[in-house]
């Protein structure tokens, strides 16, 4: 079985600042996806980023990008220019794919972000 | 916009009772899971369907839940009789479960709103 820890349960900083949270695996696998989900009050999941285990460049998505260590099985998420817009959890997430096709998600436990004006 | 839509959006009823919740996955998504959100537990994989064939209910406590697909556009997820240890916010998602060449997002997974169950 897939594991995912988050080891950081709050996290605060001061707006404009960047931030980087942590997340770590365990798998024996080698076909599989990670992602960082985003969850405001409004309690909506939505996808941040995501990464593609074969490929080795870290994917960015505008302030977001990722810092993706295979060999230390080491997935954390960085937030340049952080935003008042940004606080919320932030949960990583892993996910296995074979010729069937994806299985659901395992998620960690959450970093919960404060953004502080 | 597609959007995956679920409803009830809350529900409290009392221990005992049957709860049923909706889902309709985004039209042409052929794979649906159903998640569950606790404090303590966090977020779980309950199931999973992929062209409305169940493929792994593992999640699930046996005896009071079940899910099903009747059709492309409905999934739901029962519980009878519903528990107050039951009470959380379940997850509707929907996707391709696979990647498609040419689609870079093909293997997302796109989550409804929730409902929010509390169990008395």
């Known amino acids: 079985a897939q594991t995912v820890t988050q080891s950081q349960p709050e996290m605060s900083v001061q707006e404009a600042e960047t931030v980087t949270l942590s997340c770590t695996y365990d798998t024996s696998e080698s076909n599989y996806y990670l992602f960082w989900y985003k969850q405001p009050p409004s309690r909506q999941m939505i996808l941040v980023i995501r990464q593609e285990a074969y490929k080795q460049q870290n994917a960015t998505e505008n302030r977001f990008s990722v810092n993706f260590q295979k060999a230390a099985k080491s997935f954390s998420l960085k937030i340049s220019d952080s935003q008042l817009g940004d606080t919320a959890m932030y949960f990583c997430a892993f996910m296995l794919y074979s010729g069937g096709g994806a299985d659901g998600l395992t998620f960690g436990k959450g970093t919960h972000l404060i953004i502080q004006p | ?120």
Request: hydrophobic content about 30%.
């Open chain 2, 1 to 120: 916009d597609a959007r995956v839509t679920q409803t009830p959006r809350h529900k409290v009823t009392e221990m005992g009772q049957e709860v049923t919740m909706r889902c309709q996955p985004i039209l042409g998504h052929n794979t649906v899971f159903w998640y569950r959100q606790t404090m303590m537990q966090g977020l779980e994989l309950l199931a999973y369907f992929r062209n409305r064939a169940p493929l792994d209910d593992s999640g699930m406590p046996k005896d009071r839940f079940s899910a099903e697909m009747p059709d492309a556009t409905l999934a739901t997820l029962k519980i009878q009789p519903s528990e107050p240890r039951d009470s959380a916010v379940y997850f509707c998602a929907s996707g391709f479960g696979q990647p498609f060449p040419g689609k870079e997002n093909s293997y997302e997974q796109y989550f409804g709103p929730g409902t929010r169950l509390t169990v008395t």
